[in-house]
């Protein structure tokens, strides 16, 4: 992984309502943003703003689809990630930072 990517995750991660989103997501599984809000207790401007971080992240993914009464909902699901925190890992991304970062 190079250090772009890994700052990326990890300021995605430096947030206790995103790592709630991510555990929520992981227990339930895919799901829509306004259930979401509702069992996270957040609103959903706001839930939408913690979900595009971790999305520009790679953390998670979403899908526009139409339910059966026509209404489009957002689904959000994990993606596969790892993350590995080693002073070995951490030399070799900070090896590959530019200079955006």
């Known amino acids: 992984m190079n250090g772009d990517r890994l700052l990326e995750m990890l300021a995605a991660l430096a947030s206790a309502p995103r790592l709630r989103i991510i555990a929520a997501l ?3 599984g895919r799901n829509y943003i306004s259930q979401l809000a509702r069992e996270l ?3 959903r401007p706001l ?5 595009q ?11 526009l689809e139409l339910s059966s ?3 489009a909902l957002n689904y959000f699901e994990l993606t596969a990630f790892a993350l590995a925190l ?3 890992t951490i030399a070799c991304a900070a090896a590959t ?3 955006k970062a």
């Open 26 to 28: 992981q227990a339930r």
């Open 41 to 43: 207790g957040i609103s």
């Open 47 to 51: 839930l939408h703003l913690h979900l």
């Open 53 to 63: 971080k971790l999305e520009a992240a790679g953390l998670v993914t979403s899908a």
């Open 69 to 71: 009464d026509g209404k």
């Open 86 to 88: 080693t002073p070995e």
């Open 97 to 99: 930072l530019t200079d």
